[in-house]
Nanobody, 123 residues
């Protein structure tokens, strides 16, 4: 079992930046691929970014490509999501998720989830 705790959300203006963090604890062993997802009110949870075990491979949703960067520090059991040039459409609860071995863009592939952190973007 691994536990995930997100932080770093908040209220920002359009064009601002935020960095989200996700700290893993429990049976980490650095064997988990990680993903970030988000869910806005009335919408389904959607994929944002994913990163491989080593961090060498990343993948982004088209809506955030070029603005968001996912990274990880395995020495700290932490995954980050750097969000630049935020738009009102980016407002949502952001969740990190973990799964053994390979990362995925599908939320249903991830068994472990954090509680989420709220990101609000004013126009």
């Amino acid at each position: 079992q691994v536990q995930l705790v997100e932080s770093g959300g908040g209220l920002v203006q359009a064009g601002d930046s935020l960095r989200l963090s996700c700290v893993a604890s429990g049976r980490t062993d650095n064997n988990y691929a990680m993903g970030w997802f988000r869910q806005a009110p009335g919408k389904e949870r959607e994929f944002v970014a994913r990163i491989s075990l080593s961090g060498a491979s990343t993948n982004y949703a088209d809506s955030v490509k070029g603005r968001f960067t996912i990274s990880r520090d395995n020495t700290k059991n932490t995954v980050y999501l750097q969000m630049n040039s935020l738009k009102p459409d980016d407002a949502a609860v952001y969740y990190c998720a973990a799964r053994v071995a390979f990362s995925s863009t599908r939320a249903s592939d991830y068994p472990y989830w954090g509680q989420g952190t709220q990101v609000t973007v004013s126009s």
